[in-house]
């Protein structure tokens, strides 16, 4: 008999701070409003992080990825956890799908299905060939360079052909240790900023705009970016359901985040499936429809 139908992850960071930062105190007003539409379904529900050492997961039906936001800081730590729970409960989103999601080498497999990706190129673990011969052939005026497995912009690194020796140590280190990608930078993600779809159950709910602030390319709040509501075209939310329904799963909750190419065309910058913030805070009413989702998937 389980204890808990849903325990929502958090890590250890965000599950109950002493310092009440706006960030912190987004995060929990978001965690909030999930669990609130869960048990308002009469479903029994918990928060915890997901690296605590005395739970035990089988006492749970399911555990809902929220802000599990150190795992790729600590990944093989985080992957042997994956390993070790996943016939303990059960994932949502699913444990295939998460693995998949994980690594950005998956951006090939939904252009191989006909979604519009920037021009990317990908190092495996090891690859001996130098980012400047690398970049050379790319025939690209600007790059950015990043880990497959990364989030918060980590190791994301912006400059030129010609900047590439100032880059080949950090790269170097990195590779001997992780697979690699680079892609032709975007210039219009400094101007229109990225978009961010919130699909849940295969339908769009409501987007975020984020923006870099003057000067830099990264648009996450960790770095100066800024929020702001968007209401798209119909066009582009059928770009960002088509993207979902592109996934090996459905996944039960999705977030697309789309830029302008420099061709003004939109491509997904990522997938997120693991741990995505879907500001429930600008449309609580997102909630209630990711409980009613889970409703449905239950039964």
Known sequence: ????????????????????????????????????????????????????PEVDWSDTRYILFRSTWDYFDRFPEFDR????????????????????NLDKHYLLELAEKGVHIPPTRFMEKGDQKPLKELTAETGWSEIILKP?????????????????????????????????????????VTEKGEVSFVVIGGTFTHAILKKARSGDFRVQDDFGGTLHPYDPSEEEIAFAEAVVSH????????????????????????????????????????ANRLADTFISYDH
């Open 148 to 188: 497959v497995v990364s989030g918060a912009a980590r190791h994301t690194y912006r400059f030129t052909p010609g900047e590439s020796a100032r880059y080949e140590k950090v790269f170097r280190n990195l590779v001997v240790e992780e697979a690699m990608m680079i892609q032709e930078f975007q210039q219009q």
């Open 1 to 52: 008999m389980h204890q808990f139908d849903i325990t929502i992850l958090t890590d250890s960071i965000h599950l109950g701070a002493l310092k009440r930062t706006l960030h912190i105190e987004n995060i929990m007003q978001e965690d909030r409003l999930v669990q609130t539409a869960l048990e308002q379904r009469g479903l029994k529900v918990r928060r915890i992080n997901w690296d605590h």
């Open 81 to 100: 956890w994956l390993e070790s729970v996943k016939n303990q409960t059960s994932m949502l989103n699913p444990y295939e799908t998460v693995r998949w």
């Open 247 to 286: 996934c090996r799963q459905q996944p039960l909750y999705a977030r697309v985040d789309a830029i302008w190419d420099n061709l003004d065309q939109l491509a997904i910058s990522e997938l997120e499936l693991i741990e995505p913030e879907l500001w429930f805070r600008y449309n609580p009413d997102a």
